[in-house]
């Protein structure tokens, strides 16, 4: 798989020749006005949760792309409800389609939509094929839930987990999660992107390496084959 980080906790992957864009929020964020949104690709967008620094781009790209919304219930039917085309999950299920399995697995967080609407429990996701998987947190904190990941999936390759603190959990508990998840290649997102969830990589970085952990920076706009 291709992983390109888009800002804050926005990615696109191209998955099995399948293009997933996850928790699209590019237009608000001035560290990625060099992404050209326009020119994104997507056959799905997945959506953890509903607050807006995950939701911002979603109707747009939906509308650009026709691509399928993949989020809870709650949040599935909200974006059904404005035209756009969408498959609702909820925790502990999954879809099967002919690229892989998505599944919706736990998070513990909250998830109000922009116009104050009921968005569902907030959510992560595990991605697989036959030869690859991938779990992307959410926004959470870490939970006893991710030592289920292992064993009901296959083993994850690369999670992607927030590092940043205050709204999630910080590196330090990302460190327990990549052990419960029993994955130590890990991309950091929702840090940086505003003062209350700045990091220090130094310090991040030879947390991680002191585990014999692998913790992969991405500039926005830069790829990660896996
Ligand atoms: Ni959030
Ligand atoms: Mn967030």
Redesign the pocket.
């Known amino acids: 798989m291709k992983i390109t980080y888009l800002g804050h906790a926005s990615f696109h992957v191209l998955f099995n020749d399948v293009n997933l864009i996850i928790d699209p929020y590019i237009s608000p964020n001035p560290q990625a006005e060099h992404i050209d949104i326009g020119a994104l690709k997507a056959d799905y967008i997945l959506v953890s949760?509903g607050?807006g620094?995950?939701v911002a781009d979603v109707e747009r790209i939906a509308k650009n792309t026709d691509a399928k919304i993949i989020s809870n219930f709650e949040i599935t039917t909200w974006f059904q409800n404005k035209g756009l085309s969408g498959h609702p999950l909820n925790h502990g299920g999954k879809i099967s389609y002919d690229f892989g399995t998505i599944k919706y697995v736990n998070a513990v967080?909250?998830s109000s939509l922009p116009d104050g609407s009921n968005g569902g429990n907030?959510g992560g996701f595990v991605i697989w094929s036959d030869i690859e998987c991938l779990y992307f947190a959410g926004?959470t904190a870490l939970t006893m839930d991710m030592k289920l990941i292992p064993m009901t999936c296959p083993q994850i390759n690369v999670a992607i987990l927030p590092i940043g603190d205050n709204?999630t959990m910080g590196y330090e508990e990302a460190l327990l999660a990549s052990d419960f998840i029993e994955c130590n290649n890990i991309i950091p997102c929702h840090y940086d992107t505003f003062g209350l969830i700045e990091v220090d990589r130094p310090t991040v970085e030879s947390a991680f390496t002191a585990q014999g952990k692998k913790i992969n920076f991405l500039s926005i706009g830069d790829s990660k084959e896996v």
């Open positions: 949760h607050h620094d995950h967080h909250t907030p926004d709204f």
